[in-house]
């Protein structure tokens, strides 16, 4: 597998026995995907994915606008994702330090009266960051040894359109904070993917055999991981 960037657009390249080209947005980071013939060479598919260009931002916004249309407001009943498993968001109303705890089934988010949505939801992020950071480093420190890698920096930011990144000069990789959403085998995949473009920088034979070794069932994640939007929301 190869990529390629038009226009700031990545593109995954996949060759295939197959007669025609075919272009596909895949939700639901809006992953742009073409599959060509075997022989068709790099350039006629750089050519090709130029001239369906404004079809395929076409439906990268649509598909990313649906992404910001579930937006949550953050108030008692809605359900929120934590390490895949759903929960029935509790607002508590209290004077002391906002917090947030797992009881059961129950998101419980401590608050003090009268705070704005967009406050309820810093606290919550917040409190996911907080998990990411406990979770990670410890995925770090069971491949290392593995893989004969090191990572040298991590950090947990919002992403629209990726998982996450890795700097290979820097080795430093970021994770997108709506993991903490996704189940722990989902997390640890993409941990272990940005880990392998230290040995491997591009998605290519040699990358996608590197993770059949050290994750097996990687597809199998990787499938669980792009199965609901970024957010997982209800």
């Not at 060509?36 to 260009?53: E, G, N, S």
């Not at 931002?57 to 759903?86: A, D, P, V």
């Not at 990411?132 to 410890?138: D, E």
Request: hydrophobic letters at 40%; proline letters at 3%; one cysteine or more.
């Amino acid at each position: 597998m190869h990529q390629i960037e038009v226009e700031s657009i990545s593109i995954e390249i996949t060759r295939k026995k197959i007669k025609n080209i075919h272009l596909r947005v895949y939700p639901p980071l809006a992953t742009v995907k073409i599959s060509a013939p075997l022989k068709m060479d790099i350039d006629a598919i750089r050519t090709f994915a130029v001239t369906k260009l404004d079809w395929i931002k076409q439906h990268r916004s649509r598909m990313l606008g649906k992404e910001r249309e579930s937006q949550r407001e953050f108030i008692s009943g809605e359900s929120h994702y934590f390490l895949g498993k759903s929960y029935v968001l509790e607002i508590l109303e209290s004077n002391e330090k906002p917090s947030v705890s797992i009881n059961e089934d129950k998101l419980v988010l401590r608050i003090k009266p009268d705070i704005s949505a967009e406050e309820r939801e810093s606290i919550v992020h917040a409190w996911y960051r907080a998990q990411l950071k406990i979770l990670v480093p410890q995925y770090f420190a069971k491949w290392e040894g593995v893989m004969n890698v090191k990572v040298n920096e991590f950090g947990i930011k919002k992403m629209k359109t990726k998982w996450g990144t890795c700097n290979v000069v820097k080795k430093r990789i970021w994770v997108n904070l709506e993991l903490a959403k996704k189940s722990l085998d989902c997390l640890e995949y993409l941990v272990v993917h940005e880990m392998v473009h230290l040995l491997e920088r591009s998605h290519n034979h040699r990358f996608v055999a590197f993770m059949d070794k050290f994750l097996p069932d990687w597809r199998v994640r990787k499938a669980e991981l792009n199965r609901y939007s970024v957010r997982q929301d209800d």
